[in-house]
């Protein structure tokens, strides 16, 4: 609580999870992916009852590490692994609470970050582990498109980071540039701004 400025305990999840992702659409929270128990469904929060519930449709294609976004009630599930690194792009719909492909990732990614700036969703980041690589490629999809361009790069590709926008710019916080079993020992404190200006 901000205004308090102290934690308090929130309902658990109707099941536990790690390696998810979590977006904000019409008011609610949307827990998608991971893995654990029912790691196909869609676990939804909302703050006006302080409850979870399960949303309609399971995960076309449940996988853990990707990277999510929401614009408006579209939530965008970019990338992850399923048992390998995917480039696959899910879209859920929070309104209907249905499920339909979206244009797939240039390249497949793992580990990645993801934000929408000025209406657009730009991905960046990630990493292989064979071979241990990490990624600078800086993938944009404008409002409405169905193909994927490709922007200025990550000045220092990593893994692992997280990113927002604000104030109009895209911000990648800290993460490691080194993939695999490198990642314990090259965690960073690097923060890239795009656009530069």
Known sequence: DPA????MSGPPMPAPRVSLGLAAAGGKLYAIGGKGPDAQRVFVFDP????WSVAGAPMPAPRTD???????????VLGGYDGQTT????????????????????????????????????????????????????????AGGTDWQRAAPLPTPRHGAVAAAAHGKLFVIGGSPGAGVYTVFTE??????????
């Open 48 to 51: 006006a009852r302080d409850g």
């Open 87 to 142: 480039a696959r792009v899910d879209i859920f719909d929070a309104a209907t609470q249905g499920w339909r492909a979206g244009p797939a990732l240039p390249a497949p990614r793992r580990g990645h970050v993801a934000a929408v700036l000025d209406g657009a969703i730009h991905v960046t980041g990630g990493e292989s582990l064979s071979p241990p690589r990490t990624y600078p490629d800086h993938f944009v999809l404008r």
């Open 4 to 7: 308090a400025g102290f934690w």
């Open 188 to 197: 960073s404190d690097v923060v890239d701004i795009f656009p530069a200006r």
């Open 66 to 76: 990707a990277a999510i976004v929401a614009i408006g009630n579209s939530i965008y």
